[in-house]
C-alpha cells in the first residue's frame, strides 16, 4: 500500500488506528484540507524505535517516547510532493507547526532538537 494525494489516504488511515482520538481528531481534518499531508509514524514497537535511534531520528529508546504507547500519544507527518518525501522547514513551520499548535497539541519544532515532523499530545493522554 502506498501514500496517496486524495485527502483520505488508505496507509495514513491504517496508521490512525494505532493513534490516541485526540490525535485522529486532529488530522482527519488537517488532512482533509491539506490532501498532500500524510503519517510516517503514529505507534512504534521495541523494534522499530530502537532502529529510530540508531538512525538519529529519535532520541529515546524503547519505551520512552510518546510513539511506544497504544494508543500512540505522537504522529510524525511529512509531505508527499510528485517528486517525493517533502521534508522541508517551510511546510512544517508554515502549515503543520501552527495547525498542531491551533489543535492544541505540542509541536516537535519547538523542542530543543527540534523535530518538525513530530506533535503529540501535551499531557500523558489520558
Known amino acids: 500500500m502506498k501514500h496517496v494525494n486524495t485527502g483520505d489516504c488508505p496507509l495514513c488511515n491504517e496508521k490512525l488506528k494505532d493513534a490516541h482520538p485526540r490525535l485522529r481528531a486532529f488530522w482527519k481534518p ?16 521495541e523494534a522499530d524505535q530502537n532502529d529510530a535511534v540508531r ?11 510518546k510513539h511506544n504507547k497504544r494508543p500512540s500519544l505522537a504522529l510524525d507527518a511529512f509531505r508527499l510532493l510528485p517528486t517525493g518525501a517533502d521534508w522541508g522547514h517551510k511546510w512544517y513551520n508554515e ?5 498542531v499548535e491551533a489543535f ?10 527540534p523535530d518538525r515532523p513530530h ?3 501535551l499531557g500523558d493522554g489520558e
Open 55 to 65: 538512525r538519529g531520528t529519535s532520541s529515546l529508546k524503547w519505551p520512552l517516547s
Open 119 to 121: 506533535c503529540e499530545l
Open 30 to 45: 488537517f488532512q482533509a484540507e491539506h490532501k498532500d499531508a500524510h503519517i510516517s509514524w503514529t505507534f512504534r514497537g
Open 104 to 113: 492544541g497539541l505540542k509541536w516537535g519544532g519547538r523542542f530543543k532538537r
Open 95 to 99: 502549515v503543520f507547526g501552527p495547525a
